[in-house]
Nanobody, 119 residues
Framework: QVQLVEPGGGLVHPGGSLRLSCAASGFSFSNYAMKWYRQAPGKEREWVAGIGDVARAGDRARTYADSVKGRFTISRDNAKNTLYLQMNSLKPEDTAVYYC????????WGQGIQVTVSS
């Protein structure tokens, strides 16, 4: 079955960096687009970034929400079936639970990683 597992997360100071990962299994990872979402306390879940499948490689296949453009980078390692989100210049408003996601006839979600940006 499709599984998305997100280890890590944690507390980081404003201006700091953090890399999230999402280990995928149960499907042909390279053939599917992947996305990151986040949900801040008291807010709706929002899309953060997306990356195309192996047939849609390159920078044009990566898209970002305006709020993270220029600070976050989404990438994937198809040999390791792993999705990444490199987060730089973090701000307190980036504090949220982050989820990886894919859609294969239905939407699948990771369990979520808590990221807290605070001094």
């Amino acid at each position: 079955q499709v599984q998305l597992v997100e280890p890590g997360g944690g507390l980081v100071h404003p201006g700091g960096s953090l890399r999230l990962s999402c280990a995928a299994s149960g499907f042909s990872f390279s053939n599917y687009a992947m996305k990151w979402y986040r949900q801040a306390p008291g807010k709706e879940r929002e899309w953060v970034a997306g990356i195309g499948d192996v047939a849609r490689a390159g920078d044009r296949a990566r898209t970002y929400a305006d709020s993270v453009k220029g600070r976050f980078t989404i990438s994937r390692d198809n040999a390791k079936n792993t999705l990444y989100l490199q987060m730089n210049s973090l701000k307190p408003e980036d504090t949220a639970v982050y989820y990886c996601n894919t859609y294969i006839y239905q939407s699948y979600w990771g369990q979520g990683i808590q990221v807290t940006v605070s001094s």
